[in-house]
């Protein structure tokens, strides 16, 4: 009895990540054995998977109280890990929906097992509570990512965002490792948990932990990709297959802030006074070069990519304001901006299988060649620009609550302002879609089932967190107070 | 348990446009059954909730609360007092009468509803919201459609830049005011967002000092003070006729009651210190709207700029800060809705024969839509505040209330009824007497009977309020008294 109970808790807390990496050897086993034409179905099955695994997530390893590390202190089993993995598994599972039937991916099991293995990844950044198992997460996470997003492989527009993801992940991962050892240097201690008072018994200078932080933060800063960190965001998630885009876009930046607040938190507290303040600038230069740059676009997936930059610098307040309800809010936050983007890009991804293109300007006529996908696009857009009922109302008004109650008012101001340019571009996009005839428009635009059914779940969730936001805000703030 | 009246009049509409949206979007008339039984309904039951409200009891009534996101203290939180019942029915006639208007939409009329009906739901829930959040969040729901209906249904010359203008408009003072009350719940320190505790909440007065003007200016743009009132033209002009008519009639009147239920009545003190301020600018407001819309051509510019003046007054009744003025205000919200929602059906009647506007090229109309031009004359009478009709009822306690306070700027203000005189006598003997030009007589067809139906309905409230003022005034008189219990004075 005592024996199983042991083994039982070795394994529960880790369960999500023991069945993902089965479901890795399922899908590849599926792809060999596999007939061609039953190859197609290999989206549904990783799908399938992925929500088998959420749900066993769901139902045993939720935290327990009191829960804290596992695996000798490799891992933390604690609410806010469990949090983002929902984040993860919920975004990976819309993923791989939105890639069925997709030309030269949507019927190859690699494909799909890379998938499964940077979520993975993403898993356990979420969960780790050591830099090094924090360093070999992140690797995980980015490594089948560059491969994703270079996978079309006579594209020369995706060979170029692989080719150039990776350079600046393999950069910007450099300098965060240095940062590392740095701290181990210091420290003398890899477990972050007990990094802040080794940092504190060993008497080194807040300068010198700041700087450390700064390094760190290239790295940080690289996955949520905030300004100065940002530039390969556009020309990555123009040139990646969409579905990879959108991935890229809502789990891979979900997961760097998983990191990022926890090791701030967790790590840093001492000089905490310093680095909210460099936050906040961050914030301030994501949110308004975001916005601003995404003024400008004419393809619909450059604009997101500006968006989603604009995007981490609303969730970088929440951070900022230092306080349990700031830090609920950011996961808030990235909840509503994971439903929002997966929907924006399925009918992105939508408009270009029956249309061939990825420009605005082509989408005009859209609400009379596909009213029900228009109406779709106008959720997300209207989500993404914070309008009630949708989840990007709530989840902006958590964030500058957090941002007023902790002081931080003219941050407020400049996300506010910020929310009012972004309103512009997505108006924009709305008006193209609303107001303008194309020549098209007696073609209709297919949407095969799985995307029907990715579609249906974003909308429901952007609408259940925009206007039932009580259940997903107490959830959020247990994981505000379990990162300590 | 009594029939949650109230929540069944906000959400009927947003259910209603969910329905039509599942509607098929060829079937045209089954579309234009449903929306006008929302309507229909909704307006129903405004009527009976402001008939069965209690005066007697006062306060408010039809309350209901339920939790939302208790972590907050934000609670759903619904309750109708003399302030706000008018304005829920006057929601409910526009709603009805825009409808109606709307019968000729022909070009997608699902999504012309459907998004109106949303914008409906939206106006309807910050009226009767005690709810700090709740308000702020039907204010956006109410905000957003807007461009939509004016980009895609509006005049095709200017639609994309007024909505985009009025849009960026309304969404900059919405934000704004969202600080704002941000500001208040943290600083009240009690954790709630329930309006009636945030007014015991006994701020500082310098924090209300400093967080009046960004509150109250916030929601006062949707009011059209000067000099924020630069939207409300071009959008009012580009707008589709409903869209018109639920924007001038409904829509400013949603900045006015916000800008008094969260900026004058949670700030007090703040509002007293810029009461001065306020009444500066709505004097601005009355007289240099009347002066503009007394040189437009354009018949739609000539309204558009009325309202501008119209909701001055509304402005100059809450600065006041008396019982006269606030019921002046209060009145004036309800007629200048009823009124504007009138004039802007008349203009889409004549447009939609004429195809223009300029007020040189029209001319003769009393002829060949003699309902129409009566109506129009009966809006023009109100708007001068000619004694019979809603306007002077509406305009009398506010000049009465104003004298209290500032004789000089109520003589000033008295000035802008001379001038709106002069532009609507110009207007009735320009577009509706005279001779019709030759390009024009014969080709006017007759108007609808679903317009006529919401031509006299709307006459017929002005013409009613005016001869039996004891139908709305002693109702905003009691929302006017509890203003200024929470104000502290009387």
Redesign the interface.
């Known amino acids: 009895m005592a024996a199983q109970t042991a083994l039982t808790s070795l394994v529960l807390p880790i369960l999500p990540e023991i069945l993902l990496l089965v479901l890795v050897i399922v899908v590849l086993g599926a792809d060999v054995f596999w007939r061609e034409a039953e190859r197609e179905k290999l989206g549904w099955l990783t799908a399938a998977g992925l929500v088998v695994i959420l749900v066993a997530a769901i139902v045993y390893s939720r935290p327990l109280e009191g829960s804290g590390l596992v695996f000798g202190g490799m891992l933390r089993h604690d609410w806010p890990a469990f949090s983002f993995q929902v984040i993860f598994l919920f975004a990976a599972a819309v993923t791989c929906l939105l890639s069925i039937g997709l030309p030269g991916m949507g019927d190859q099991g690699e494909y799909y097992a890379l998938i499964v293995v940077s979520t993975l990844g993403m898993n356990l950044m979420a969960a780790s509570a050591d830099l090094i198992m924090l360093y070999l997460s992140v690797e995980t996470t980015s490594i089948p990512l560059y491969i994703l997003a270079g996978y079309m492989k006579r594209d020369d527009r995706s060979t170029e965002s692989g080719l150039k993801y990776f350079l600046f992940g393999a950069l910007t991962s450099t300098v965060m490792l240095y940062a590392f050892s740095l701290l181990y240097g210091f420290s003398g201690e890899t477990n972050l948990y007990r990094l802040a008072a080794g940092l504190q018994s060993g008497g080194i200078s807040s300068w010198v932990v700041g700087g450390v932080v700064v390094l760190s933060l290239v790295g940080f800063g690289f996955k949520i990709a905030v300004a100065p960190f940002h530039f390969w965001t556009p020309d990555v998630y123009e040139g990646a297959p969409t579905p990879i885009t959108a991935f890229i876009s809502t789990a891979s930046k979900a997961a760097g802030f998983a990191v990022l607040v926890r090791v701030m938190l967790v790590a840093f507290p001492s000089i905490a006074i310093t680095w909210t303040a460099l936050l906040a600038a961050m914030a301030t230069a994501t949110m308004t070069i975001g916005n601003l740059l995404a003024l400008a676009q004419h393809n619909i997936k450059r604009l997101l990519a500006y968006s989603s930059i604009a995007h981490a610098g609303y969730a970088l307040i929440g951070l900022v304001a230092l306080s349990e309800l700031g830090t609920a809010s950011l996961v808030f936050y990235l909840v509503a901006y994971v439903v929002t983007n997966l929907a924006a890009f399925a009918v992105v991804i939508l408009f270009a299988r029956s249309a061939g293109s990825e420009e605005i300007s082509d989408y005009a006529g859209l ?2 060649r596909s ?1 029900g996908l228009a ?1 779709v696009m106008l959720v997300a857009m ?1 989500s993404l620009a914070g ?3 949708l989840a990007g ?1 709530v989840a902006k ?2 964030v ?2 957090a941002a ?2 902790s002081g931080w ?1 003219w941050l ?2 400049v996300g ?2 910020n ?2 340019a972004g ?2 571009y997505y ?1 924009t996009v ?2 193209v879609i ?2 303008y005839r194309s020549e098209d428009e007696d073609k209709p635009i297919a949407v095969p089932r799985p995307h029907a059914l990715a579609l249906a779940v974003c909308v429901v969730a952007i609408l259940a967190v925009g206007t039932i ?2 259940p997903w ?2 959830w959020a ?1 247990a994981a505000a107070r379990g990162i300590f | 348990m009594h029939f949650p009246i109230l929540t069944v009049i906000v959400f009927t509409p947003i259910v209603m446009a969910l329905v039509i949206l599942m509607l098929p979007s060829e079937r045209h008339g089954l579309i234009r059954g449903f929306a006008l039984t929302g309507a229909l309904i909704a307006a129903g039951l405004s009527v009976v909730a402001y008939l069965s409200y209690d005066q007697v009891a006062g306060g408010y009534q039809f309350v209901e609360q339920h939790a939302w996101v208790p972590a907050l203290g934000i609670t759903y939180h619904v309750g109708g007092d003399g302030m706000n019942l008018p304005l829920v029915l006057l929601t409910g006639v526009v709603i009805v009468t825009g409808v109606l208007i709307s019968w000729g939409v022909d070009d997608r009329p699902r999504e012309f509803f459907a998004f109106l009906f949303v914008l409906a739901t939206g106006v309807f829930g910050v009226f009767v919201s005690l709810d700090l959040f709740q308000l702020l969040f039907f204010y956006e729901i109410a905000v957003f459609p807007m461009y939509l209906l004016i980009a895609i249904w509006g005049w095709k010359v200017t639609r994309e830049y007024a909505a985009m203008k009025l849009t960026l408009y309304l969404f900059i003072g919405s934000v704004v005011s969202l600080v704002g009350a941000l500001a208040m719940y943290f600083a009240s320190g009690m954790g709630t967002f329930n309006m009636l505790e945030l007014e015991h909440a006994a701020f500082s007065p310098a924090f209300q000092r400093l967080w009046f003007p960004f509150v109250f200016l916030g929601f006062a743009v949707l009011g059209g003070l000067f000099p924020f009132h630069n939207w409300s033209p071009d959008g009012h002009v580009a707008a589709p006729t409903a869209v018109s008519m639920f924007h001038a009639g409904v829509l400013m009147k949603l900045g006015a009651f916000a800008a008094l239920r969260v900026g004058i009545m949670l700030l007090p003190e703040g509002a007293r210190f810029w009461a001065p301020v306020i009444l500066v600018l709505a004097t601005i407001n009355v007289i240099y709207g009347a002066f503009i819309a007394s040189v437009q051509t354009d018949f739609k510019y000539v309204i558009g700029f009325s309202s501008v003046s119209h909701m001055g007054l509304v402005m100059l009744g809450f600065a006041t800060l008396n019982l006269d003025g606030l019921t002046g205000a209060g009145l004036q919200m309800f007629s200048h809705g009823v009124m504007t929602a009138l004039f802007f059906a008349v203009v889409g009647m004549v447009y939609d024969r004429a195809h223009t506007r300029e007020i040189p090229k029209l001319g003769g109309f009393s002829k060949v839509m003699p309902l129409v031009a009566v109506a129009f004359i009966v809006g023009g009478l109100v708007s001068m505040g000619m004694p019979g009709f809603s306007g002077f009822v509406a305009e009398f306690p506010i000049f009465l209330g104003l004298w209290q306070v500032q004789p000089i700027v109520a003589l000033i203000a008295a000035l802008g009824i001379v001038i709106t005189a002069a532009y609507i006598m110009r207007v009735v003997g320009g577009v509706f007497f005279g001779t019709m030009p030759a390009e024009l007589s014969g080709h006017i067809g007759p108007i609808r009977s679903q317009d006529k139906v919401a031509l006299v309905i709307l006459a017929g409230l002005l013409i009613l309020i005016g001869v039996y003022p004891a139908v709305m005034a002693p109702m905003v008189q009691s929302g006017a008294s509890a203003v200024l219990r929470v104000l502290g004075g009387v």
Request: glycine share 0%.
């Open positions: 609400s009379r009213p109406l209207l309008m009630p009922p109302f008004f958590y500058f609550a007023v109650q008012i407020a101001f506010v302002l929310a009012i309103l512009y108006m709305l008006k609303y107001l936001s009580a805000l107490d703030i």
